[in-house]
């Protein structure tokens, strides 16, 4: 197995990456095209996604509401034909939506958190399985959340979407045998990004005891590393579930 900071011998390799306008997503296709894959970046903001690609040769931008089944077929079919075969999904793109319990929970907030986290990802999800169908497999690489095994407070949109992401990944890694097709799920808590900030994670966030705790964070370059480990990661093996987390962050019952 290559370490993750080593690029391989394969230099067709080839991701798609949602959600690549900014945090993990960019972290990871920064550290991606360094190992000289080919990434395909996706994301609503056509302007954040060329900041990430920085006019790299290797990196090709295609503005996408995954929300939206048309764009996502159009997302796939610019990339095969700009680097032909497909070998890898990270399911990145993702919000987490309104602060409330499900009795305050708008169903509107509802809605769209369902639409960005859930449908956003199935439409990935289908167009990369009958892709790598066609074309000698791959791999899915979902990213779910610690919250998809241990929710927040007041967090009951994200978090239901996020345990639904489990049931994706092992339903993708069931089906997709026939194919070579492996699905992975990565579950990351607190790395420094906007997100966090906007939790309080710097500044007290809510612990299941009603109380408030600074959080410790990471750095982003070390969740690209992980997700990075599991696209380097040989076919012969799947990588089933990975989780990484700030050291001392509160998890298990969250505080």
């Known amino acids: 197995m ?24 960019r972290a990871t296709a920064h550290l991606l095209l360094s190992q000289d894959w080919n990434v395909v970046l996706a994301g609503r903001t056509a302007r954040s996604l060329e900041e990430t690609a920085r006019n790299h040769s290797r990196a090709l931008v295609v503005p996408t509401d995954v929300r939206d089944p048309g764009q996502v077929v159009e997302l796939f079919t610019r ?8 070998t890898t999904l990270f399911n990145n793109a993702g919000m987490f939506g309104p602060a409330a319990h499900v009795g305050d929970l708008d169903e509107e907030a509802w809605n769209q958190v369902c639409a960005v986290n859930l449908t956003g990802a199935i439409n990935c999800a289908r167009a990369a399985f009958n892709h790598m169908k066609q074309h000698g497999g791959g791999r899915i690489i979902n990213n779910g959340s610690i919250s998809a095994q241990v929710p927040r407070p007041n967090s009951v949109a994200y978090s239901v979407t996020k345990h639904a992401i489990t049931g994706l990944t092992r339903s993708i890694e069931l089906d997709g045998r026939p194919w070579s097709i492996s699905a992975s799920q990565i579950d990351i808590g607190n790395t420094a990004s906007e997100i966090m900030s906007q939790l309080g994670t710097s500044s007290g966030a809510l612990q299941a005891d009603g109380t408030r705790r600074v959080e410790p964070t990471f750095p982003l370059a070390d969740a690209a590393a992980a997700v990075a480990f599991i696209a380097n990661t040989p076919a012969s093996a ?18």
């Open 2 to 25: 290559e370490p993750a900071n080593q690029p391989s011998q394969n230099t067709s390799r080839t991701i798609i990456i949602t959600g690549a306008g900014s945090g993990i997503g």
């Open 79 to 86: 990339a095969t034909e700009r680097f032909g075969r497909i």
């Open 238 to 255: 799947s990588v089933n579930q990975l989780t990484i987390t700030a050291a001392g962050m509160p998890f298990a019952g969250r505080g």
